[in-house]
């Protein structure tokens, strides 16, 4: 794997971390369940990775930071030079770890560096969650990525993730 850049806890990334993820479009009764499974997460401080640019993912960013739960954010550019105040007390207890796979030069995501950090994500973890990928969105192509790793991905029982179970996504239990 790349040289990473890094802010917060290293040993972090020695937890055996579930990666999650989500189009920016999700339909209602997914965005309850995503939230549902980061307040489980958290009551099982169970650690995640992922690199919460889409608003569901903020979500389950926010349910977690708010626990001790181990965090990793993988950042789509450079570590930034001020950290936001959201991060300070979760990087001072050590439950965070935030990571760039990218340089000082790469100062904004792009869909590039955003598809490189999903690729980062995905290596990095243990189990790959989606909560939802839309059809022919940059979260289902990933998703047929995902799924050659050869780790265990999952998403949630509902008609409208039937993508994902076809490219063999098992269903949450």
């Known amino acids: ?36 499974l980061a307040q489980r997460w958290r009551a099982e401080n169970q650690p995640v990775i992922g690199g919460f640019h889409s608003p569901v993912e903020r979500e389950v960013l926010k349910v977690l930071l708010r626990s001790q739960t181990p965090v990793c ?17 979760p990087l ?14 790469t100062k904004r995501a792009t869909q590039e560096t955003s598809a490189h950090r999903n690729q980062v994500v995905a290596q990095w973890a243990t189990k790959i969650v989606v909560a939802y990928a839309a059809l ?14 050869g780790k265990p991905c999952f998403t949630f029982d509902d008609p409208r993730t039937a993508n994902l179970a076809d490219m063999g996504f098992k269903f949450l239990a």
């Not at 990334?13 to 549902?36: E, H």
């Not at 022919?136 to 790793?149: D, M, N, P, Y």
Request: aromatic share 8%.
């Open 1 to 36: 794997m790349a040289l990473l850049q890094k802010i917060g806890s290293e040993s972090i990334q020695d937890l055996p971390s579930t990666a999650f993820f989500c189009s920016i479009r999700c339909p209602g009764n997914l965005i309850l369940k995503a939230y549902d």
């Open 73 to 89: 954010m993988v950042l789509a550019r450079n570590l930034p030079k001020r950290i936001p105040v959201e991060f300070r007390q």
């Open 92 to 105: 001072d207890e050590g439950r965070l770890l935030l990571l760039s796979p990218f340089d000082s030069k």
């Open 136 to 149: 022919g969105s940059k979260t289902e192509a990933f998703c047929r990525h995902a799924v050659k790793l």
